[in-house]
């Protein structure tokens, strides 16, 4: 298996709603990541946990809280959105954190519309 | 991706090669990357190159680097419509991906 699962593909939230993105790999990857992407800009890092510790937050409001079950999943929950919010959700996964790392791979992401 | 930059725009005609330039800032990315977009999806990884690497060639796309410049570039041999995507150039840091803007491909017939 060399694939990252994200679901749901696609979510509509009201900005009172509480939800949750799930991420799932059977890479044995001990590093994963969640991204933010607006239309066409590059991903920009939310979160990184390395063997299932948050390890960088890069400064994420605190309405996303993530969460690392395992070592093979990750969640993204989220509380009391924005629409401003409302983008593509990427989970990704590498062998583990840092610059020797030539695989990180990417799930086709979770798009979310906040109304 | 303010330490990696890229173009925006490319337009080139269908079975044309396709040249995409990058330049990033961190000599000590371990790896470079180009990552392919296509509307409505996620990142698919295309190809990646060692540092220690002048060049890769993986059947259509040529990865060239020249790491006195920290310049990157991928070429896409034959160019195809289903080639039409946002293409963007990553370096490896110590905790993340750096992504460049992205260069939108537009093939034409």
């Known amino acids: 298996d060399t694939e990252v699962t994200q679901t749901p593909k696609h979510l509509v939230m009201g900005m009172t709603n509480k939800k949750s993105l799930k991420c799932e790999q059977h890479?044995?990857?001990?590093?994963m990541y969640w991204y933010k992407q607006k239309a066409k800009k590059p991903p920009e890092l939310m979160f990184v946990?390395?063997?299932?510790?948050?390890?960088i937050n890069e400064s994420v409001p605190s309405r996303f809280s993530p969460e690392c079950p395992n070592s093979s999943l990750l969640n993204l929950h989220l509380h009391a959105l924005q629409p401003e919010d409302s983008a593509l959700y990427l989970c990704?996964?590498?062998?583990?954190?840092?610059?020797?790392?030539?695989?990180?791979?990417f799930g086709s992401g979770t798009r979310l519309t906040v109304v | 991706g303010e330490d990696v930059e890229q173009s925006l725009f490319l337009s080139v005609r269908e079975g044309d090669s396709s040249v995409i330039n990058c330049t990033y800032t961190?000599?000590?990315?371990?790896?470079l990357y180009w990552y392919k977009q296509e509307p409505g999806a996620g990142l698919q990884l295309l190809t990646y190159?060692?540092?220690?690497?002048d060049m890769k060639q993986d059947q259509r796309l040529t990865v060239l680097l020249n790491k006195k410049d920290k310049h990157l570039s991928l070429r896409i041999a034959d160019t195809q419509t289903g080639d039409s995507a946002i293409y963007f150039c990553?370096?490896?840091?110590?905790?993340?991906?750096?992504f460049g803007a992205g260069t939108t491909v537009t093939v034409r017939a």
């Open positions: 990704a996964s590498s062998q583990q954190q840092g610059r020797g790392n030539y695989g990180y791979t």
């Open positions: 890479m044995g990857h001990r590093a």
């Open positions: 946990y390395s063997y299932e510790k948050l390890s």
């Open positions: 961190d000599s000590s990315s371990t790896y």
């Open positions: 190159i060692f540092s220690n690497m």
């Open positions: 990553a370096e490896s840091t110590d905790y993340k991906l750096s």
